[in-house]
């Protein structure tokens, strides 16, 4: 009989589950540090750029699946009570203004995806619930908003580390760009240095 040999898998397209559930755990992490850490820790391990970016992507959903009912209740509990709907109104208004930033005064797709860049997918969730979009729909936007940040951030880290090569340089400078970049712009915002979509995708990328 013919010995038939089943190809071999890459180790790098399938790794563990224990090495997965690790980098999926440093991605769950609700600060930006957790994605120069995750994506670090995954190229040391061998895991493959799908296979990172899909953990993000996991981590996104799992973040929409237990921040909305939290949002859910918060909208509720808003609409009942005066003093935290005039907070309610407030938090609108601070959404029109950051939609303005990228091109108009509604909070169309692209801004809705451009809000949950520049602050996080929470934040592009809740202004997409104000502009009337359900649960798909304004994830569907939060989380695109999200995987180009994570893109960036990621892309960043592994450059930066090709010329460093050590690990924790490398998170150090990432995590200080990450909060001092925004002051910078903030700087040069205030004396009229940056055009309108740059100023609005910049004024919370820091708290990503």
């Known amino acids: 009989m013919t010995n038939l040999t089943l190809p071999t898998i890459p180790h790098d397209l399938f790794p563990s589950l224990s090495i997965m559930l690790s980098v999926l755990k440093l991605f769950i992490i609700p600060v930006g540090g957790g994605i120069p850490a995750g994506v670090l820790l995954a190229q040391a391990k061998g895991v493959a750029w799908p296979v990172t970016a899909l953990l993000y992507l996991v981590s996104d959903i799992i973040l929409a699946i237990a921040f909305e009912p939290v949002l859910r209740l918060i909208t509720l509990v808003c609409g009942k009570v005066a003093f935290l709907a005039r907070i309610g109104a407030l938090l609108k208004a601070a959404t029109a203004r950051s939609a303005s930033h990228f091109g108009g005064a509604g909070a169309g797709p692209l801004a809705l995806i451009m809000i949950a860049f520049g602050v996080d997918p929470m934040t592009g969730r ?46 150090l400078i990432v995590l200080g760009g990450m909060f001092l970049v925004p002051v910078l712009v903030r700087r040069m915002r205030s004396r009229g240095g940056l055009p309108q979509g740059m100023q609005g995708a910049a004024d919370g990328s820091g708290e990503q």
């Open 126 to 171: 809740a202004s997409a619930l104000a502009a009337g979009h359900g649960f798909v729909a304004g994830w569907a936007f939060a989380i695109s908003g999200d995987m180009l940040y994570f893109a960036v951030i990621a892309l960043t880290t592994l450059r930066l580390n090709t010329y460093f090569r050590d690990p924790n340089t490398t998170m």
